[in-house]
């Protein structure tokens, strides 16, 4: 079976190359068979259990999934952390093993981390990720990950998310609650802009505001430390996702805003990151990707057009958003269309 699989993977691998070499040198059609790949899933969470999975992928017509963990070991908020084991991502692997493609990240933090995932890895885990921790790129942790998958040869999927300052309560009535959520990035972050904007300027509730305020120190977030892993490990294949990577899909952009909006006046740094380096690729997955390629269709056309080869689609259990659509309104050839839709994933994973 495993020898099967791994002939297919060949196989259309060897079909992309040539649909790109023939299409774009030789100037000859070649169509790549399509295989639909949700690059980003978890298992055990917003609902979805193996079974509710496997249910999901047959009726959205797709042939596979990344199902990916989730591995804090000293989480900044308890609150807001969900641990997505790895034992239950190799649970549903061994029942759905034609379907589900395993990751595992390890905390970068265990002092066993090589061994530990290479233990996975010959359970059948074939890349490293969703790596959300609160490390930046340089720290010492995050070289011994880089060194360790450039021996395993498998890709990483990470996580980008900015600091900020997370507004605690201890209460749980009502109001308490509703205050915790327009504080917190209800409405992509604006009611908390401008109620921090009264606030800082009458004076009214500052000391109790600041109180309850707790730092967060971001998920991976530094562009600067990335590009200069992206130099060092050009072995390792670097899938980025999340709102701090796909914010950068523009230059301009409000701090105070989850996810950036409206149309785009520049290019952000994405483009120039893609364009530059050949091991970067991003998925488009969770509310971050996808309000970032909805944003601008001029921008998202030219992304996934100049970038096709880069982009993975993936849903991050957001079954309910058009990712699909979004995908195909962009006016892409069939081979661009195969290469988003499951070939770059096939391509990155074997
Ligand atoms: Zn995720």
Redesign the pocket.
């Known amino acids: 079976m495993r020898i099967k699989s791994d002939c297919y993977k060949l196989k259309a691998c060897f079909i992309y190359n040539l649909a790109d070499l023939f299409s774009t040198k030789l100037n000859y059609r070649i169509e790549a068979i399509m295989i639909k790949v949700d690059s ?1 899933l ?1 298992v055990n969470f917003c609902g979805f259990d193996s079974g509710k999975i496997v249910e999901y992928l047959d009726s959205k017509k797709l042939d596979k999934c990344w199902l ?1 963990s ?1 591995e804090e070991m000293n989480p900044t908020f308890e609150s807001l952390y969900k641990n997505l084991s790895i034992d239950n991502i190799i649970e549903a692997y061994y029942l759905y093993p034609d379907r589900i493609v395993p990751f595992y990240a390890p905390d970068p933090s265990r002092t066993d981390w090589y061994d530990v995932i290479k233990f996975y890895h010959l359970k059948g885990v074939k890349g490293c990720g ?1 790596l ?1 921790v609160t490390y930046r790129w340089l720290d010492d942790e995050i070289t011994n990950v880089l060194d360790g998958l450039r021996k395993l040869k498998i890709p990483l999927v990470f ?1 980008m998310e900015n600091s900020n300052y997370h507004f605690f309560i201890k209460q749980s009535n009502f109001f308490y609650v509703f205050l915790y959520k327009i504080l917190n990035g209800a409405f992509n972050g604006i009611t908390r802009k401008y109620i921090e904007k009264f606030i800082y300027k009458t004076g009214f509730f500052k000391k109790s505001f600041q109180d309850r305020l707790q730092y967060f120190p971001g998920y991976m977030m530094d562009f600067a430390g990335l590009e200069q892993r992206l130099k060092q490990y050009p072995d390792v294949n670097f899938i980025a ?1 999340g709102p701090a990577f796909w914010k950068h899909i523009a230059k301009d952009q409000d701090p105070y805003l989850i996810l950036g909006k409206g149309k785009i006046k520049e290019k952000g740094i994405i483009f120039e990151l893609f364009e530059k380096y050949d091991n970067l690729y991003a998925d488009m ?2 509310k971050s990707g996808f309000y970032a390629l909805k944003r601008d269709p001029s921008y998202t056309r030219m992304l996934l057009n100049e970038f096709y080869n880069k982009i993975l689609f993936g849903t ?2 957001e079954s309910g958003l058009p990712f699909e659509r979004l995908v195909f309104r962009a006016g892409l050839s069939k081979n661009k269309l195969c290469r988003i839709m499951g070939g770059n994933a096939e391509m990155l994973c074997y």
Do not use: V
């Open positions: 980003h978890h990916l989730w969703e959300k996580h996702h997955s969770g991050d259990n």
